[in-house]
Each structure stands twice: as structure tokens, then as C-alpha cells.
């Protein structure tokens, strides 16, 4: 069962916190409602496959981690920034599970051309998932489900609680972290189904290429990723070096 998703509204928007000037019918006041309804970001500098940002003449640091092509495509409406970001802090730690009705919408738009079999959720760690009281991620794949006609089935499970990624700063580390740490779901059967896998925000992308091995382990014959937002500049701020320079810079102001 979903938890109600759209409480009343209350004095305070739902993205920001502001306490004025909430938008009739809506937990949200009149910029973070303009930020949902614009269009997410340009697409002319993004990989088309993965939807991370291009500099001219590199190749996708993204793509570049998954030279198996596990995941064949990218969807996301939004970057992790202003009022998504605002949503989605409030969906994983604040207990705010409007905020995934919020998002839900854009995300089955932006989904449109995935053609897809199923849903599969990310799933979370048993201990996380009793300390938030539900995985964010299963209600986003739940509502986008109901919007665009399609099942959603909790194919893999966390076999293993890992640290939080957004404490990892480098991408071998991110890796690490996840390694070993999904696995089919007792009785799961997606051979021959595509799949699209439903996360809230990609960062680095190791989860989602965590997800996307396992699923095609069993069998899976496509396995596309849908998102509610990227982080932005996830090639440039998980490296090695950069981490070692901030170790080597907050050293220096130490007594």
C-alpha cells in the first residue's frame, strides 16, 4: 500500500520551506512551482545515452564507466538543483512522501520513449528502509507505473547496509561500496523483459550500474534508467585527485 502522498495543504512549500505565498491546491509557493513546471535543461551539451554533461572533446564520464553497455538509456526530466533538490532532501529524510507525487509527473513524461516491460525500484537496506518507513524509490516507480499503464515489481533486494553514497567522495570508493551488495529477489523472473530501473537522483552511477548487473544476470533483455534529477558534474567531482587535493587543503588549516 502507498502512503497518502498529497496531505493537506500546509503553511510551508514542500521544496523550500518558505511560509508564504503557497500556491492554491498546491504544498508549493510560486518560484519552486515555476522551477517543476520549466523545462529540467537544455539538451544540446548532455550525452545522449546517459544524459550527463559533455565537454567539448572528451568523451561521457559516465558512459566511460559502463563500456558493457548494461544500461542502455538514461531518462530524467530534472538536474538535482533549487526546488527538486529541495523535494527530494524532504522525500528521503523529512518523511514528505507528497513530494514523490510532486515529481512523479514530469518523470512518466520524460519516460515516454523508454518502452519498457516493467518498473524495478532501487531497493534500500532493510535498516534504512524501517528508519524512513518506506523506500522513495519504489514510490516513484509506483506513480510513474500508474501514469504510464506499466507493472512495477521489487525485483532485486540489498542483501548487504552500505554506507550512504553521498558520504563517498571518489568513484572506485562508490564502487566498493556497492560491490556484492544487490541480488535477485526470491522468485523474481524478468528473462526477456525490459527493464527500466527507477532511482530518485544518479550521481556518479554506480548504483544504477550496481542494479543494472544484476538485472541482467537474470536475464533482463534491456535495462534502462529513470530518474527524477541528475546531479550535475558527476565526472568531474568523483575523482581521486580531486579528493586528495580537499584532504590536502583541510590538513593545511588545522592547528
Not at 503557497?22 to 509557493?29: F, N, R
Not at 500508474?146 to 553521498?166: D, K
Not at 556497492?178 to 532511482?199: E, K, N, S, T
Amino acid at each position: 500500500m502507498l502512503p497518502h502522498l498529497l496531505s493537506p495543504v500546509g503553511a510551508h512549500c514542500a521544496a523550500c520551506g518558505q511560509t508564504s505565498d503557497i500556491v492554491d491546491g498546491l504544498p508549493l509557493c510560486p518560484d519552486c512551482l515555476a522551477q517543476l513546471l520549466r523545462a529540467g535543461y537544455r539538451t544540446e551539451a548532455l550525452c545522449p545515452r546517459c544524459l550527463s554533461v559533455l565537454r567539448a572533446g572528451q568523451a561521457c564520464p559516465v558512459c566511460r564507466r559502463d563500456p558493457e553497455r548494461l544500461i542502455t538509456r538514461t531518462f530524467s526530466p530534472y538536474r538535482y538543483r533549487g526546488a527538486v533538490r529541495g523535494l527530494i532532501l524532504r522525500l528521503k529524510f523529512s518523511g514528505d512522501t507528497q513530494a514523490a507525487a510532486l515529481l512523479a509527473p514530469r518523470m512518466a513524461e520524460a519516460a515516454e520513449e523508454a518502452g519498457a516491460d516493467v518498473l524495478v525500484p532501487v531497493p534500500l537496506g532493510r535498516r534504512r528502509q524501517l528508519e524512513r518507513g518506506y523506500n522513495q524509490s519504489f514510490l516513484l516507480a509506483m506513480l510513474v507505473g500508474r501514469l504510464r499503464g506499466l507493472p512495477v515489481r521489487e525485483c532485486l533486494v540489498r542483501v548487504r547496509n552500505t554506507r550512504r553514497q553521498s558520504g563517498i567522495h571518489t568513484i572506485q570508493e562508490r564502487q566498493r561500496n556497492l560491490a556484492g551488495a544487490f541480488a535477485p529477489a526470491p522468485g523474481a523472473d524478468i528473462r526477456g523483459q525490459r527493464v527500466l530501473l527507477v532511482d530518485d537522483v544518479r550521481t556518479s552511477g554506480a548504483t544504477a550500474l550496481a542494479c543494472a548487473r544484476v538485472l541482467r544476470e537474470q536475464g533482463a533483455a534491456d535495462v534502462q534508467l529513470l530518474c527524477a534529477a541528475i546531479a550535475p558534474g558527476a565526472g568531474r567531482y568523483f575523482t581521486p585527485t580531486k579528493q586528495k587535493k580537499k584532504r590536502c587543503r583541510k590538513s593545511s588549516v588545522m592547528p
